[in-house]
């Protein structure tokens, strides 16, 4: 049976999923436990109750930032009926940002099929002008991106369609999640690059299984809904580095066991990845409960990466991508 992204994540959580990271470390002998020296701004974070009596409040969620050096983070909602037990509605990330402005980036998320008609293109003006309106009543109250994208459709359904166009006229990027369910798309991604071509201008942030097993040049459509062993070599010419040199708004999460998997499996391979593609690259952890293990900061000091390439990741990226600077 296939593990589910969530499945993992509790399983992980009770054993503590380290010891790829410990390998990673012994390779280039970096100082897995140094602080980082540049502060993290976390594109990927939830609040609400996942799990049942596992809530993280806002207060719970800076504790953390606070622990790990992350000075913000972006809180994504949970609004579409696969993407979660127990919905996370808008109004907990503004709630959020409304108590701790500084430290709290709101996302919004609209599903397309409570305000589009199914089927056909057909009300496309209309189906478009009624995200808009929604959306432009998200950025006045200070929500900066879409997400979690986590629909039932496949990637490029009409419906999603007008969500993206509508997405692209008001300026707000989508993180997007992608496995063999949720947004699902096949092998080598062509339903994503359908939407890459279409949105040129439209910031898409990658996640979740099915997303980073195009790391590989060998993944299949069973790799979408689970995650690899680790170690397990990574072959070149996978679907995610030609389509990050293709597009340049394609951009990926490097959070949740996904983010984690794809570069720990091989590190010398995952090092070179994060790398050449530093510019489309975001650091994440998909905080969702208390106590919850994350990998990605011990991982990522382990590689070693360069200084410039770890500002880009940690923070850079984000606040370009965000217009965190007011640009």
């Known amino acids: 049976m296939n593990q589910t992204r969530r499945s993992f994540l509790v399983s992980s959580v009770a054993a503590g999923v380290c010891g790829a990271t410990a390998t990673v470390g012994t390779v280039?002998?970096?100082?897995?436990?140094?602080?980082?020296?540049?502060?993290?701004?976390?594109?990927?974070?939830?609040?609400?109750?996942f799990y049942f009596g596992q809530e993280l409040t806002a207060e719970l969620l800076i504790k953390f930032m606070d622990e790990h050096d992350v000075e913000k983070s972006c809180v994504l909602p949970l609004v579409s009926p696969e993407s979660a037990p127990v919905a996370q509605p808008v109004t907990n990330a503004l709630a959020a940002f409304k108590a701790f402005p500084d430290r709290i980036i709101p996302f919004c998320v609209v599903d397309p099929r409570a305000v589009t008609a199914p089927g056909?293109?057909?009300?496309?003006?209309?189906?478009?002008k009624g995200i808009i309106d929604i959306l432009k009543r998200y950025q006045d109250a200070g929500c900066r991106g879409l997400g979690e994208h986590k629909t039932g459709?496949?990637?490029?359904?009409?419906?999603?369609?007008?969500?993206?166009?509508?997405?692209?006229?008001?300026?707000?990027?989508?993180?997007?999640?992608?496995?063999?369910?949720?947004?699902?798309?096949?092998?080598?991604?062509?339903?994503?690059?359908?939407?890459?071509?279409?949105?040129?201008?439209?910031?898409?942030?990658?996640?979740?299984?099915?997303?980073?097993?195009s790391i590989c040049g060998d993944a299949t459509f069973d790799d979408f809904g689970r995650y690899p062993p680790v170690p397990k070599p990574v072959l070149p010419?996978?679907?995610?580095?030609?389509?990050?040199?293709?597009?340049?708004?394609?951009?990926?999460?490097?959070?949740?066991p996904g983010g984690e998997k794809a570069i720990a499996r091989d590190p010398a391979f995952g090092r070179e990845f994060i790398i050449r593609n530093a510019d489309q690259l975001l650091?994440?952890?998909?905080?969702?409960?208390p106590n919850q293990k994350i990998p990605q900061f011990e991982l990522l000091s382990s590689l070693n990466l360069p200084a410039d390439v770890q500002y880009k990741i940690y923070r850079g990226n984000a606040i370009k991508l965000l217009k965190l600077d007011g640009r």
Not at 43 to 49: D, E, N, S, V
Not at 161 to 187: K, S
């Open 237 to 256: 010419g996978g679907a995610l580095d030609r389509l990050m040199k293709k597009y340049k708004n394609l951009y990926g999460d490097l959070s949740e």
């Open 283 to 289: 650091f994440g952890t998909d905080v969702l409960m």
């Open 120 to 128: 056909q293109r057909t009300g496309h003006v209309a189906g478009v």
């Open 28 to 49: 280039f002998g970096a100082d897995a436990a140094k602080p980082a020296k540049i502060k993290y701004i976390d594109i990927h974070t939830h609040l609400g109750a």
């Open 153 to 213: 459709l496949f990637f490029d359904a009409p419906q999603q369609m007008f969500l993206y166009e509508a997405c692209e006229t008001v300026g707000l990027p989508i993180l997007f999640h992608l496995d063999d369910i949720r947004n699902p798309d096949t092998v080598g991604l062509p339903r994503l690059e359908n939407v890459l071509k279409a949105f040129p201008k439209l910031p898409l942030i990658g996640h979740a299984a099915g997303f980073w097993a």
